[in-house]
């Protein structure tokens, strides 16, 4: 490994040379100071993609004849320092954006982002920012141990600690709430509508990069990646009529009430002054802030009541449990379930969704055996017509005519909204069937009453013991 300040000391002879260096010098520099590192004779390596504006010399370190690292060395000017990412709440500048990017598309897991005074090391595969330094010494002292050569060769690359979920949220929702004080503060929006804006862009995200929308001709991860290329171009324009566009067309054709005609969040999306550098710092966010765990840790924040509901842990109800079984297949269509996000938390709105379905399919699957005999063509199709609309549309049964969620603010109405969307699109992803349309999630989403019917039959059950007393 290097000896004490040799990194630093050859940093701060690249910064002392850089206003007379040439490329061949940025080379020389990059090629000497991978050597410290026990890297002899890298391979450059030509990115793909569009990364010339980088001013990038790129290399590719290989062990077990693998490449395990992409190393890109840049002029300074190209990267922001991680103190100013930080305090937008962003993982990535535009330079290292897009030679991560490169380096995902290389197959490649790690990347190297370096001017020799600031650096960025990243999991280019899962997207995951892992060590920054902001000057020289601390290259030496963070990043020079993980990549020396010879610990590499150990798995060093592997064993560092990523982010936790907590961290991740964290840092997403000071990334939000910076967005939604803009949008309320700049454009007049209301707290209802700003935070609709950026629920709106995190749906958006989360199916796009699960590819979740697609018919003949279309496909909502291309005309996500179009809208992106729009607003990060060089000279962006359109994106804002663009948005706004593809928000209408989710409401229209997928039923997506979440982009349902909104006049006022829908003039202000469709302006590029909004939209240009809204969708430009979005690009700048890693791929883990839109996992459904971090989305809805992002949410753990403010009153203490709320930060419980996030993580509570949903229990076995017996009574709903008892309920569920007791059906027969002919009354799929009547079972309804009614849950408080008051008392019982978030994360029991995937638990008894679950819950239900698979009811349905328990159900479906014991009609079919006691349906008629195979050969009796016109029994089966009498049989098909009274078939439970539970058994040919769950997903849409289930939320507009099966389960009802309570919530009692508009922070847990927005929140249960968002958790239902991904929601279904996981459901959807992981039975590898077609989401052809959106259910109706707002008919899932009730407003809680002062008593709700549960509280009256306990409240009732326990007058009756009182009165057998």
């Known amino acids: 490994m290097t000896s004490d300040n040799d990194l630093s000391r050859l940093c701060e002879e690249w910064r002392q040379r850089l206003a007379d260096a040439s490329k061949e010098d940025q080379s020389r520099f990059a090629e000497e100071f991978l050597g410290k590192l026990g890297w002899r004779d890298p391979d450059p390596v030509a990115c793909p993609g569009n990364v010339s504006h980088t001013t990038a010399v790129s290399y590719l370190l290989q062990r077990d004849m693998h490449g395990v690292i992409a190393a890109h060395f840049v002029l300074p000017n190209a990267l922001k ?136 001709g279309w496909r909502l991860r291309h005309a996500f990646v179009n809208l992106l290329t729009l607003a990060t ?15 209408r067309e989710l409401a229209t054709e997928w039923n997506a009430e ?62 709903r449990t008892m309920y569920l079984a007791r059906q027969r297949p002919d009354d799929a269509d009547a079972i309804r379930l009614e849950i408080d996000l008051q008392s ?30 195979n050969d009796d063509l016109i029994a089966w199709s009498e049989a098909d017509a009274r078939r439970p609309a539970a058994f040919s549309d769950p997903l849409t049964h289930l939320f507009e005519r099966a389960v009802t969620f309570y919530y009692a603010s508009p922070r847990q109405y927005r929140t249960a909204r968002l958790i239902a969307y991904l929601y279904v699109i996981d459901r959807c992803r992981a039975e590898k069937k077609r989401l052809l349309r959106f259910p109706a999630i707002g008919a899932a989403l009730r407003k809680r009453p002062a008593i709700l019917e549960s509280d009256r039959r306990m409240a009732h059950a326990a007058s009756q013991r009182e009165r057998a007393i």
């Open 81 to 216: 320092t991680p103190a100013a990412l930080a305090e937008r709440g962003l993982d990535f500048c535009e330079t290292s954006r897009v030679l991560v990017n490169a380096t995902r598309a290389m197959n490649v897991r790690y990347a190297l982002i370096t001017d020799l005074y600031k650096a960025y090391l990243y999991d280019a595969l899962s997207d995951a920012p892992l060590i920054s330094a902001e000057a020289p010494k601390e290259i030496e002292r963070e990043l020079a141990p993980v990549l020396d050569q010879s610990r590499v060769a150990q798995g060093a690359l592997d064993d560092l600690r990523r982010a936790p979920r907590s961290q991740t949220a964290r840092q997403f929702r000071e990334w939000a709430q910076r967005w939604s004080d803009t949008l309320m503060q700049d454009w007049q929006a209301s707290e209802e509508t700003a935070w609709t804006a950026i629920d709106r862009l995190i749906l958006l995200r989360y199916m796009s990069e699960r590819d979740a929308l697609h018919r003949t």
């Open 233 to 247: 171009g060089r000279h962006p324009r359109g994106a804002g009529p663009a948005l706004a566009g593809l928000c």
């Open 258 to 319: 979440l982009f349902g005609s909104d006049r006022r969040l829908d003039a202000i999306l469709a302006q590029d002054q909004v939209a240009v550098p809204l969708l430009q710092e979005f690009c700048l966010l890693s791929r883990a802030k839109f996992q459904r765990g971090s989305i809805l840790e992002s949410f753990n924040y403010g009153d203490a009541a709320e930060k419980a509901r996030v993580r509570m842990i949903p229990e076995e109800d017996p009574e």
């Open 344 to 373: 019982e938390g978030y994360l029991a709105i995937p638990f008894w969704l679950d819950r239900v379905l698979s009811a349905y399919e328990r159900l479906d699957a014991a009609g079919r055996t006691a349906g008629p005999a």
